[in-house]
């Protein structure tokens, strides 16, 4: 299995902060998996994608295996 | 010298800023900024959610090209996480420098950086409901500055 | 608030730093700066002559201008004067604003006037002699930023 | 008696911090009273004048009476 973890307001778009999903796991894959509001939003150029804490350059190269985890970044509003 | 921290609860910026200074005698200037939770209008509370895997890493990432850009001799960045009250700081960044100019500088450079570049999502409660904040076109402005 | 002082003898940072902190809760923003006396090569010691009628005086007129200019909430502004040793602050400057850019930018711009626009002499002891200190060009460069 | 004081470096050239002097003093009686690279330092337009505290924007209008008390200010070079 490919853990997703949904940071800032993706948690609530996708209703939980994690979810489990059948590894492997690619773009396309992904997109397929979410629907609505959170599909538009991942789909978002700003919204990026983390694999095991290391950002992808392209998200459209995801290519998550069993055990990994695939982090989807909002853009960010700190300090 | 490099320190970086992420905090889960309150903090006190004088307990951290003393020994700093106290850690750097002679060395010229320090510049510090403490930014706290305003007292805004109706704001309740306010949390600022990171992601483990990434958020510390990045802020080493942040210290480590601040320091090699303005020439410090020494960094410290403690940023809150979690949930805020108003007057509470959220983040301390304190540069030690040979001169001013860099200290002052370093401090402008890593807060820009620290507000539109690391991983952080902030949200606000206001009448008891939690409201996330989208990033401000000013916060982008602020960074494009260093080029 | 303005509070502006010149001081004969050591001073501690945080103990003006912090009370000043506290005084301002939920205000969004404290930069600070603090410079020290730097040990440098062979200084032994550093004096900062002054000239009682004028100094504060134009202390409290820089101070005012500064809070103005950046819409403070409050600032603080502490000299000293006399022989000073190696690591021991000569100044500390602190800015209360809602925004960090105005907190930085004050401190930035008084610390400028400080060091090129405000009546102090300085001079430093080398292997037992005094010998006073001419302004340095980029001061006068520092302070023709602020147009 | 006009009270004049040397600031800074002038203090050095002066051999003294403070000196009295024959009141009225306008900028020649001034000039006048000092001597050698004390008198071109002051001569120097680097060099400023007071007089109670005021600086003066023009120093060859000083125009200082008994009591006054008249600052020679070299350049600052502070904090």
Known sequence: MVRLVFLGKLADLAGVAERE?????DWQGLVDELHGPLRETVMQDRTRIAVNGALLADKAALQARAGDEVALLPPVSGG | ?????????????????GPFTNAHPGLGGV??????????DDVEALEL????????????????Q??????????????????MLPGE???????????????IDAVDFAMDH????????KREKRGGVWNWIEPRGEDYADISRWG
Chains 1, 4 share one sequence.
Do not use: N
């Open chain 2, 31 to 40: 510049c510090t900024f403490v930014g706290e939770v305003r007292s805004d």
């Open chain 2, 89 to 103: 700081p959220i983040v301390l960044v304190s540069a030690a420098a040979r001169h001013r100019r860099g200290a």
């Open chain 2, 49 to 64: 959610l990171h992601y483990a895997p990434m958020t510390l890493a990045g802020m080493e990432q942040l210290a480590d």
């Open chain 2, 114 to 121: 620290l507000k539109s570049d690391s991983w952080f999502w």
């Open chain 1, 21 to 25: 999903i059948e590894a492997p796991l």
């Open chain 2, 1 to 17: 010298m490099r320190d970086v921290r992420l905090l889960a609860e309150p903090f006190v910026p004088g307990e951290y800023v």
């Open chain 2, 66 to 83: 601040t320091i090699e850009r303005f020439g410090l001799m020494s960094l410290l960045i403690v940023h809150r996480t979690g949930v």
